[in-house]
T-cell receptor, first 111, second 110 residues
């Protein structure tokens, strides 16, 4: 079974803190994704990576950056967390043009 | 990617078939129909996808109309654990993007 794991299920941070969300997949997938999910807005793509060190902006990249130094690991970075970044963050991975497999999600609260 | 339309909510009795409709009247020839579901507080789970033929796997069946303007996801014997939000997504074969709409909230009743 494909396994996508995220470093935390719940996280509470303060405004202005730097936040790292980690995602690891064990299926040697080329593609990895970060989404956020908010009530009434559905899932929105933040960033996408199609190879190590390669990334593309999604629909809402502002306030976020990403890092992919190894194929299995994709990190989402909030340089200076703000309250409007309180959300559920979901990581996914896939082979190119195949179905995406999602992690369990990290519920981030920024106070 | 074509827009999809789904009813906001449905319910069915445990043990019965759940038939979830999806309208995608503007779908193009190279767009697949994907179904995912999301159980409360978990990440979305892939269920099935198809292009024009009907598809079946261990989780569900996907029936796509001949004109491809609509499809139905069938859970043949729904259980309480199938209670979830079900998303129907049209995706180009050359695209990495999944655009999630608001989905159908399925409640399976005991």
């Amino acid at each position: 079974d494909v396994k996508v794991t995220q470093s935390s299920r719940y996280l509470v941070k303060r405004t202005g803190e730097k936040v790292f969300l980690e995602c690891v997949q064990d299926m040697d997938h080329e593609n990895m994704f970060w989404y956020r999910q908010d009530p009434g807005l559905g899932l929105r793509l933040i960033y996408f990576s199609y190879d190590v060190k390669m990334k593309e902006k999604g629909d809402i990249p502002e306030g976020y950056s990403v890092s992919r130094e190894k194929k299995e690991r994709f990190s989402l970075i909030l340089e200076s967390a703000s309250t409007n970044q309180t959300s559920m963050y979901l990581c996914a991975s896939s082979s190119p043009f195949y179905e995406q497999f999602f992690g369990p999600g990290t519920r981030l609260t920024v106070l | 990617d074509a827009k999809t339309t789904q009813p906001p909510s449905m319910d069915c009795a445990e043990g019965r078939a759940a038939n979830l409709p999806c309208n995608h009247s503007t779908i193009s020839g190279n767009e697949y129909v994907y179904w995912y579901r999301q159980i409360h507080s978990q990440g979305p789970q892939y269920i099935i996808h198809g292009l024009k033929n009907n598809e079946t796997n261990e989780m569900a069946s996907l029936i796509i109309t001949e004109d491809r303007k609509s499809s139905t996801l069938i859970l043949p014997h729904a259980t309480l654990r199938d209670t979830a939000v079900y998303y129907c997504i049209a995706r180009m074969d050359s695209s990495y993007k999944l655009i999630f709409g608001s989905g159908t909230r399925l409640l399976v009743r005991p």
